[in-house]
């Protein structure tokens, strides 16, 4: 069995780094994943709604564009520190590529979902 990694000291306080983290990795590169993640599990499941937690915008965009309800869980409370502005750019992007079909929406659209 591996060892785990070692511990490391939490990071200082920096609004700056923790705005990026937000903006580049949950509302967008990780967001991107998980959207697509979604369409292939709503393709297969048929599920009546999507759960997600509030920083899975991916999990809330591929709801939005199946039609489906989504539930939101708060689980860290994001909405405490997210700022519109650090995931407007990421949002207002992510619309527009969704405009576009990709492979998710299109797998969701024959599977009569959306």
Do not use: H, N, Y
């Not at 915008?57 to 309800?69: D, E, I, S, Y």
């Not at 989504?70 to 409370?77: E, G, K, L, Y």
């Not at 992007?93 to 492979?103: D, I, K, L």
């Amino acid at each position: 069995m591996d060892e785990p990694p070692p511990l490391r000291p939490l990071l200082e306080l920096d609004p700056a780094r923790e705005d990026a983290v937000l903006r580049d990795g949950f509302a967008g590169r990780i967001a991107r994943e998980r959207a697509e993640l979604t369409f292939a599990a709503c393709a297969v499941w048929g599920p009546d709604v999507v759960v997600c937690d509030d920083v899975d915008f991916g999990g809330m965009v591929a709801a939005r564009k199946l039609g489906l309800p989504q539930a939101t869980v708060i689980v860290i409370a994001a909405a405490s520190f997210l700022q519109r502005e650090v995931v407007e750019e990421r949002r207002a992007r992510g619309a527009r590529r969704a405009a576009r079909s990709g492979p998710g929406l299109a797998s969701a659209r024959r599977r009569g979902r959306a």
